[in-house]
């Protein structure tokens, strides 16, 4: 393992203004993510995120390929993780949150 350092240690050496560096960015990195992203964060494999929602691994690897899905997959696969999924729309002068799809699943479940 030559020329490897633990990453303790290579932080305890770090001044400091580097180690904001480091929050600042980890912070930055973690507000865009894929999905497969997302699950890794979350220490989750496909399986175990599979059995949660009642489909086989295979199906987690398509969804997390997938550019195109319908909201209510995606609210699934975010709340099968613990999170909540909020749909918003960013202006120059603000963010919107849209809430036509909770309405949605709401009135379904009625």
């Not at 550019?67 to 749909?87: C, I, K, T």
Request: charged letters at 35%; hydrophobic letters at 40%; proline letters at 2%.
């Amino acid at each position: 393992m030559s020329g490897h350092k633990n990453f303790r240690a290579l932080t305890a050496a770090m001044t400091p203004e580097g180690r904001a560096r480091v929050e600042r960015k980890k912070t930055e990195l973690r507000k865009e993510m894929a999905l497969y992203e997302l699950r890794e964060a979350r220490r989750l494999t496909q399986a175990a995120l599979g059995e949660t929602l009642h489909v086989d691994q295979s199906a987690i690897a398509k969804m997390e390929k997938r550019a195109d899905m319908y909201v209510s997959n995606l609210r699934r696969f975010v709340e099968a993780m613990g999170g909540e999924l909020r749909v918003v729309a960013h202006f120059p002068d603000g963010d919107v949150v849209i809430n036509n799809f909770s309405e949605m699943d709401e009135r379904r479940s009625a």
